[in-house]
């Protein structure tokens, strides 16, 4: 009994010590963990980086523009015919005056005939008519009345050399032809459309602007274009007109400018961005657009700066800094407030930053930051 009752404390006692023996273990282990993990210092963080510039912007204000060709027409004959004749290509220059289209005029053409002999015996009758009344033997009611055959024979034959001109359709102006509608054969009803003539050099661009903008406008003024169908390529023009009235449901006034259009790449109806610019200049202080952290809260950048470690050994680190922007430009933006130039900052890899972090620069896979950026395709 003894035995059994010193067997029965033996064995709860070994497995106190068992346990406590393990819980001594890992608490060693847990706290050698503890003391790594605070002495553990994480790598630094890739990013690009990019100086905070000072430069001068001149002022501008941008715009959606469509082209409007200097002068067009839609070309359509006056009388009624059949098309005889078309001597014009789809699509080519055309000089003004040329003769587009020949409508048929045979009819015409032999009252014409019948017409000047009717006049050349009237201007006959006419001259005997005279010379009768320098002789006075006839009346002058005679006289009156073979001036008035002889003008309506004239008329007549005007009346007839106008209608047959009129079956020649002509180029109002020098441009260019868009494709044809008729063809030859075809019976020509009167103000039925032919083709659309377009003057295209030079070229206008109109476009809405704010009326708080009228303070500034003027006759003249700079104005820059590009179109998104030839990236790269830029206009330069300028203001030739402002219309009188603002449109009273949107408060814009519509404006008017003309750009050299020599070599016919612009065409009528296409979209263009427009800059109205200034011609004063104002200094900016300037970074990547990619810099900003952009939130509700404010927007913010990170400002990389040389701080010393525990070890007193430099490194880099970053600070988060709110910022106040102001007018865009292509790929940087204006800081009005935060940031003073040649100061640095992290221009992408900001998203996974927090304050005091350390950082390593790597400019190997920078992108260029470009006032006019062009995609490139490839």
């Given at each position: 009994m003894k035995t059994k009752t010193k067997l029965w404390i033996a064995i709860p006692l070994g497995l106190v010590l068992?346990?406590?023996t393990l819980g001594g273990v890992k608490a060693a282990q847990i706290n050698a963990m503890i003391k790594a993990s605070a002495a553990f210092t994480p790598p630094p963080e890739s990013v690009t980086a990019a100086t905070v510039q000072k430069a001068e912007w001149?002022?501008?204000r941008q715009a959606i523009g469509t082209l409007v060709a200097a002068r067009g027409v839609t070309l359509g004959s006056e009388l009624p015919g059949l098309i005889r004749g078309i001597t014009f290509e789809s699509g080519s220059a055309v000089k003004k005056g040329a003769v587009l289209v020949k409508l048929d005029t045979s009819a015409e053409e032999a009252q014409?005939?019948?017409?000047?002999?009717?006049?050349?015996?009237?201007?006959?009758?006419?001259?005997?008519?005279?010379?009768?009344?320098?002789?006075?033997?006839?009346?002058a009611a005679d006289l009156d009345a073979a001036e008035a055959r002889?003008?309506?024979?004239?008329?007549?034959?005007?009346?007839?050399?106008?209608?047959?001109?009129?079956?020649?359709?002509?180029?109002?102006?020098?441009?260019?032809?868009?494709?044809?509608?008729?063809?030859?054969?075809?019976?020509?009803?009167?103000?039925?459309?032919i083709a659309s003539l377009q003057s295209?050099?030079?070229?206008?661009?109109?476009?809405?602007?704010?009326?708080?903008?009228?303070?500034?406008?003027?006759?003249?003024?700079k104005v820059q274009l590009r179109t998104d169908t030839f990236p790269g390529a830029q206009w330069a023009g300028e203001i030739t007109a402002i219309n009188p009235e603002v449109d009273s449901a949107t408060r814009n006034v519509k404006?008017?400018?003309?750009?050299?259009?020599?070599?016919?790449?612009?065409?009528?109806?296409?979209?263009?961005?427009?800059?109205?610019?200034?011609?004063?200049?104002?200094?900016?202080?300037?970074?990547?657009?990619?810099?900003?952290?952009?939130?509700?809260y404010g927007d913010t950048v990170f400002v990389i700066e040389n701080k010393k470690d525990a070890e007193g050994k430099e490194r880099l680190t970053v600070r988060q800094q709110f910022v106040r922007l102001g007018e865009r430009r292509g790929d940087f933006t204006a800081?009005?407030?935060?940031?003073?130039?040649?100061?640095?900052?992290?221009?992408?890899?900001?998203?996974?930053?927090?304050?005091?972090?350390?950082?390593?620069?790597?400019?190997?896979?920078?992108p260029k930051a470009q006032l006019a950026p062009t995609p490139q395709e490839k």
């Amino acid at each position: 009994m003894k035995t059994k009752t010193k067997l029965w404390i033996a064995i709860p006692l070994g497995l106190v010590l068992a346990a406590g023996t393990l819980g001594g273990v890992k608490a060693a282990q847990i706290n050698a963990m503890i003391k790594a993990s605070a002495a553990f210092t994480p790598p630094p963080e890739s990013v690009t980086a990019a100086t905070v510039q000072k430069a001068e912007w001149v002022d501008a204000r941008q715009a959606i523009g469509t082209l409007v060709a200097a002068r067009g027409v839609t070309l359509g004959s006056e009388l009624p015919g059949l098309i005889r004749g078309i001597t014009f290509e789809s699509g080519s220059a055309v000089k003004k005056g040329a003769v587009l289209v020949k409508l048929d005029t045979s009819a015409e053409e032999a009252q014409l005939k019948s017409a000047q002999a009717d006049a050349t015996l009237a201007r006959v009758n006419l001259e005997r008519a005279r010379s009768l009344r320098k002789a006075e033997s006839n009346a002058a009611a005679d006289l009156d009345a073979a001036e008035a055959r002889a003008k309506q024979a004239d008329a007549a034959v005007a009346n007839l050399e106008a209608i047959i001109a009129k079956k020649s359709i002509r180029a109002p102006f020098d441009g260019r032809i868009s494709i044809r509608e008729v063809e030859l054969g075809q019976v020509l009803a009167a103000g039925a459309p032919i083709a659309s003539l377009q003057s295209v050099t030079p070229i206008h661009a109109d476009f809405w602007l704010p009326q708080q903008a009228l303070a500034d406008l003027r006759d003249g003024q700079k104005v820059q274009l590009r179109t998104d169908t030839f990236p790269g390529a830029q206009w330069a023009g300028e203001i030739t007109a402002i219309n009188p009235e603002v449109d009273s449901a949107t408060r814009n006034v519509k404006v008017r400018a003309t750009f050299p259009n020599g070599d016919g790449r612009l065409r009528p109806g296409m979209f263009a961005n427009v800059e109205v610019l200034s011609t004063e200049k104002h200094p900016v202080v300037l970074l990547p657009v990619t810099a900003v952290l952009f939130a509700p809260y404010g927007d913010t950048v990170f400002v990389i700066e040389n701080k010393k470690d525990a070890e007193g050994k430099e490194r880099l680190t970053v600070r988060q800094q709110f910022v106040r922007l102001g007018e865009r430009r292509g790929d940087f933006t204006a800081v009005t407030e935060g940031l003073e130039p040649g100061e640095r900052v992290v221009s992408s890899g900001a998203f996974k930053l927090r304050n005091g972090m350390a950082v390593a620069v790597n400019e190997k896979l920078a992108p260029k930051a470009q006032l006019a950026p062009t995609p490139q395709e490839k």
